[in-house]
């Protein structure tokens, strides 16, 4: 995936965005998860990460950017300490598909809603320590194409949190990564009166 093509399919999501009305602003803050970087090297490097990213979306579309934190270890070595690592990240996504909506696309309280979707974005990691060393050489920034699925209960319109599963492949790194976490977010243009 080049430059160009993102451009283009970033492009297409603001016109799908405003062809749909008004968009749906969310905040995630958090996002708390667990990961791992390479699912084929699962044992090698796993643990947790936190992100917080803005959301402008529809119930059938998103754009999204953020950042965060992932914390990683070798969970086979005798010296956990000394394979410990934290990698800052920044990214931007957008994605098509179910997107925090149900049937009556969360139009009241106490009901089910969920992410299904595909979608695809550019992330850039801050290696740091021994990383540098065993990251392959297609650099920081890398391009990806992937799933995110995920399911809440409305309790309150403005507050909620999602149980999220996502994938990644990496275009760039020829990886497929997974995350396993929740989401803590807010509705900024929620009705709440409803």
């Known amino acids: 995936m080049n430059k160009n093509l993102l451009t283009a399919l970033l492009f297409l999501a603001v016109v799908q965005l405003q062809a749909q009305g008004l968009p749906r602003l969310f905040l ?10 390479n ?7 796993m643990g947790a990460g ?18 965060g934190l992932t914390f990683t270890m070798d969970p086979k070595s005798n010296d956990l300490s000394s ?11 957008i994605g098509a598909g179910m997107y925090r909506s149900n049937g009556n696309q969360c139009a009241k309280t106490k009901a089910n809603a969920f992410t299904a979707m595909g979608k695809a974005g ?18 920081n920034l890398d391009y990806t194409v992937g799933a995110e699925f995920g399911y809440f209960y409305i309790r309150d319109i403005f507050r909620n949190m999602e149980l999220l599963a ?27 009166d409803r």
Request: charged share 20%.
């Open 28 to 37: 995630d803050a958090p996002s708390v998860y667990l990961v791992s970087p």
């Open 39 to 45: 699912v084929e090297a699962i044992g090698e490097r």
């Open 50 to 67: 936190m992100e917080v990213a803005m959301n402008v979306g529809t119930h059938w579309s998103v754009a999204r950017v953020g950042g």
């Open 83 to 93: 394979t410990f690592q934290t990698t800052p990240y920044t990214l931007a996504e």
């Open 122 to 139: 550019i992330r850039y990691d801050f290696y740091t320590g021994d990383l540098k060393k065993i990251t392959d050489k297609s650099g």
């Open 166 to 192: 996502s994938a990644n492949y990496h275009t760039k790194a020829k990886i497929i990564s997974a995350t396993f976490g929740f989401k803590v977010f807010f509705n900024l243009k929620a009705d709440r």
